[in-house]
């Protein structure tokens, strides 16, 4: 199993910045990709930003620009730099990882499979 504790989140000023991160941990063989997504009540969960690990990054339409999405390979954590924030970016935020993990058994890893973290709000006032 994985574990991802996510950190970082709180209350800001339209126009301000946060940083979150995202720390897997546990019986990790391989992280394919990590991600970034939000979700509102009433709505359904939204892809924010990915990156894979060789490096490649997807953003939604709504951030590019304003968000960066990093990864620290060595630490299985991956962050995101939030900037010119918007009150309409207010959301929890939830990190992902579709990764694979060690078995005691043959073959000696399995998946890969997708993995969430409890989710940390995000909240812009205008």
């Known amino acids: 199993q994985v574990q991802l504790v996510e950190s970082g989140g709180g209350l800001v000023q339209a126009g301000g910045s946060l940083r979150l991160s995202c720390a897997a941990s546990?019986?990790?063989?391989?992280?394919?990709?990590m991600a970034w997504y939000r979700q509102v009540p009433g709505k359904q969960r939204e892809l924010v930003a990915a990156?894979?690990?060789?490096?490649?990054?997807n953003y939604a339409d709504s951030v590019k620009g304003r968000f960066t999405i990093s990864r620290d390979n060595a630490k299985n954590t991956v962050y995101l730099q939030m900037n010119s924030l918007k009150p309409e970016d207010t959301a929890v935020y939830y990190c992902?990882?579709?990764?694979?993990?060690?078995?005691?058994?043959?073959?000696?890893?399995?998946?890969?499979?997708?993995?969430w973290g409890q989710g940390t709000q995000v909240t812009v006032s205008s």
């Open positions: 990156t894979t690990s060789g490096g490649s990054t």
């Open positions: 546990g019986r990790i063989f391989s992280i394919n990709a």
């Open positions: 992902n990882a579709y990764a694979t993990v060690s078995t005691d058994t043959y073959p000696g890893a399995r998946g890969p499979y997708d993995y």
